[in-house]
Every structure is written in structure tokens, then in C-alpha cells.
């Protein structure tokens, strides 16, 4: 892409930024909560290309004003200074144009969403109940440095410790275009604590991360949802246990059914089930979208196909390998206590630069 293209599309979208502000101070936008919601986040995605825009405008009229120089004069002082001037500004041109290019690649709209996260026991057995529970720990340590909000709203235990499955929603800033790397089977290579003989078992859970849909992205039918109560079976105190708390939503026409008892309070049970729901509907159609980038790219660091394979923690060796692109650490302590970021970059670099790769065919 030359310089004048990048700079046209950066002039395009600075006229559609200063477009939108114009928009959200209208009386009339401001009374369509959907489509102000909508402006809203649309001039936050742009805010970062307007912050560049300057800086690469200033860099493009510096370079010609020293070739210019270089050009018509005679003054060779003047032609040293314009010569060294150029050689700075093109070392600074490549990384910022990087960043732009970058910056103009289609962003996906969910990265900005909170997440609905289930973790589920794959083969294993009780190891691969633990192993779920290690998984739930090590995600928790990454939202409390993060300074996300974690709640569990489902969850069923393993007979010898861990959890069968757990669905937990994590609010913050971007947190599923981050999180979303993480959706696949996790397997695990250890001796188990059940095992006598010291022999390594290999066993696996499945992460799923969900973009959680807001109230506006999809319509629910009361006609449409069949709601029981039950008791809660979890841990929460004698009230939890003895009352009608827990909530289970059946969408009738997917079939899809969600629970919720975490909380003591039957209403804020509901409340959390029926974000579950029309996050798990939205879903549906989102994955289609997901299906059809799939078809589309060669190889993809997040496709969000469950049944992949994307990573293995090995005890014995200390070892945490990343399949989808090679990626071998040996911090596998860290890891568990929730240093993931290293790991959740290389991902993002790798997908942005396979987009960028696609972009430019």
C-alpha cells in the first residue's frame, strides 16, 4: 500500500470520525439508544487511526519538503542536515506504517464483549475433572491480574476434586478478543494422584469462550422460554440449599437449555440465565460467521472449533506447548498460576500477521 492510499483512507475515516461526533451530539440519535450504542463504539474503534493520522501526515510532508531539498539545493550543509533528517524520518515511517496497517484491518465487533466461559471435562475421568479445576484456577489468577470481574454462574464437581464443568462470565475491557484464543481441548500430562505405579496419563478438558450478547443483539420471546426452580446443590450456606433459588431457562425452539444457582436470590439467578441465553443464541449465528472465515483461510490461530487440539501442559517436563504455532515454554508453574500473557500475544501476532498476509492478496 503506498503512502498516498494509506493517507486517503486515513482522510476517508477522519471525515467519517468527526461524521459520528456530529451524530452523537444529535437529539434525535440519542433517543435511538440502539443506534447511539452502536455510533458509540464505532468512534471508539476509530479513535486510535485519528491519533495516528497526525503523526504520519507530519512525517509524509517533513520527507518531501528534505527531498525537495536534496533536489534544488546547492548549500551542502543544508543538503547534510535534509539527508540525515530523511534517513530519521523513513526509520520512522516502516513501524508506524505497520501500525496503521494494522490499525485499517477489520476488526472483529465481538473482540470488545465481555465473555461467558465453560470449562468441561473431556476424557480422563476424575483427572480430568482436577485438570478442569486447574484450568478454572488458572483463568481466575489472569482475570484478577487483569482486573476483570469473574462470576461463576453454573458449575458441577468432580467426584475427586475439580469440576465436571463450570460456566463462569468475565466482565471487563476487550475481554473476548482476548479470552478467545482459549476456546479448544487443553490436555495434560501428568501421574496422576490416584496413580500407584508413577505412571504418566494423559488427560483433557474443553474451554469454550462466548462472546457475551448485549440486550440489543438478539430478541427474546417469553412464549418461547419455559422456566423451573429447584434447589441449588452447591456450597452457599443452609438458605441456597433449602430454597427455590436456581433457575433453568429451556429455549424451546433451539432446545437450548442454560442454569443458574450461584447466587441466593431467585431474581438475580434469573437475571444471569437469560444473559446466558441470549448469549448461547447469538452464538448460534455468530459461529456461522466464524465457519465462514474458517472456509476462507488456510490455517487459523482462532477458529473457535472446540474439538481442536490447541495445547498441551507437561508436568514432567515443566512444559506448556502451544499448537497452533509452535510455541514452547517452560514455565509451566507461571502458566497455571495464570501467566498467560506471553502465550495470548504470540497468538494475536500471529493471527494479525495472517491477516495482514490475506489482507494484501
Not at 284 to 297: A, C, G, M, T, V
Request: include cysteine.
Amino acid at each position: 500500500m503506498s503512502d498516498k492510499s494509506i493517507l486517503d483512507k486515513l482522510e476517508g475515516i477522519k471525515h467519517r470520525f468527526e461524521e459520528i461526533e456530529q451524530l452523537l451530539t444529535d437529539p434525535a440519535v440519542a433517543g435511538d439508544m440502539q443506534r447511539y450504542i452502536k455510533l458509540n463504539k464505532e468512534y471508539r474503534d476509530l479513535e486510535p487511526l485519528i491519533k495516528v493520522y497526525g503523526d504520519y501526515k507530519n512525517i509524509i510532508s517533513n520527507l518531501d519538503s528534505a527531498k525537495e531539498i536534496l533536489s534544488n539545493e546547492k548549500d551542502e550543509e543544508l543538503r547534510q542536515m535534509a539527508k540525515d533528517e530523511l534517513d530519521e524520518l523513513e526509520v520512522k515511517m516502516d513501524p508506524l506504517e505497520e501500525k496503521i496497517r494494522l490499525l485499517l484491518l477489520p476488526s472483529d465487533p465481538e473482540d470488545e464483549k465481555n465473555a461467558i466461559v465453560e470449562i468441561r471435562a473431556g476424557t480422563g475421568g476424575d483427572e480430568a475433572s482436577i485438570f478442569a479445576g486447574d484450568l478454572f484456577r488458572m483463568y481466575s489468577k489472569f482475570c484478577e491480574n487483569k482486573k476483570w470481574k469473574l462470576e461463576v454462574t453454573h458449575f458441577n464437581e468432580g467426584t475427586a476434586g475439580g469440576y465436571k464443568e463450570i460456566v463462569f462470565n468475565v466482565t471487563g475491557q476487550g475481554v473476548y478478543g482476548i479470552m478467545k484464543y482459549e476456546s479448544g481441548v487443553h490436555r495434560v500430562q501428568r501421574v496422576p494422584q490416584t496413580e500407584t505405579q508413577g505412571r504418566v496419563h494423559t488427560s483433557a478438558a474443553t474451554v469454550a469462550v462466548l462472546p457475551e450478547a448485549e440486550e440489543f443483539d438478539i430478541e427474546l420471546r417469553t412464549e418461547d422460554i419455559r422456566r423451573d426452580t429447584y434447589c441449588s446443590s452447591g456450597p452457599g450456606g443452609q438458605s441456597v440449599n433449602t430454597t427455590y433459588s436456581a433457575i433453568r431457562l429451556t429455549h424451546i425452539p433451539s432446545g437450548i437449555v442454560v442454569t443458574c444457582q450461584d447466587q441466593k436470590s431467585q431474581l438475580k439467578n434469573l437475571d444471569k440465565a437469560m444473559a446466558e441465553l441470549r448469549t448461547r443464541l447469538y452464538n448460534l449465528e455468530y459461529q456461522k460467521h466464524i465457519d465462514e472465515i474458517s472456509s476462507k483461510r488456510k490455517t487459523m490461530v482462532s477458529t473457535g472449533d472446540r474439538s481442536a487440539k490447541i495445547r498441551t501442559y507437561n508436568y514432567q517436563q515443566g512444559r506448556v506447548t502451544d499448537h497452533r504455532i509452535n510455541l514452547t515454554l517452560y514455565n509451566l508453574a507461571a502458566i497455571l498460576d495464570g501467566d498467560i500473557d506471553e502465550i495470548l500475544d504470540n497468538l494475536q501476532m500471529a493471527e494479525n500477521a495472517e491477516r495482514l498476509k490475506v489482507n494484501s492478496l
